[in-house]
């Protein structure tokens, strides 16, 4: 199992990002997969996450303002990410489970400036 994020960045306040996740290894569209961060001194946290039929959950502090979807096609789990705010700042991390097991994706830094 493989999940590779991409897509951070330095944006300022206001700004928007668009994090992308890119799967193999396993039957990604049958799977829920998610998108959690961590910032400096923070525990991890959920952000969003997404089932195989496309139901959504999200933290209440992005709701409204961040979109997770996906696309079983190309297997890539998507955060489109609006109206960012300094409290954004964090290491987003892409994960899921398979087979009982977490697995989670390299960070990508997104950094949002005042």
């Known amino acids: 199992v493989q999940l590779q994020a991409s897509g951070g960045g330095l944006v300022q306040s206001g700004g928007s990002l668009r994090l992308s996740c890119k799967a193999a290894?396993?039957?990604?569209?049958?799977?829920?997969v998610g998108w959690y961060r961590q910032a400096p001194g923070k525990q991890r946290e959920l952000v969003a996450d997404?089932?195989?039929?496309?139901?959504?959950n999200y933290a209440d502090s992005v709701k409204g303002r961040f979109t997770i979807s996906r696309d079983n096609i190309r297997r890539t789990l998507y955060l489109q990410m609006t109206s960012l705010k300094p409290e954004d700042t964090a290491v987003y991390f892409c994960k899921t489970m398979y087979r009982n097991r977490e697995y989670w994706g390299r960070g990508t830094q997104v950094t949002v400036s005042s």
């Open positions: 290894g396993f039957n990604f569209s049958i799977h829920t």
């Open positions: 997404i089932t195989s039929g496309h139901t959504t």
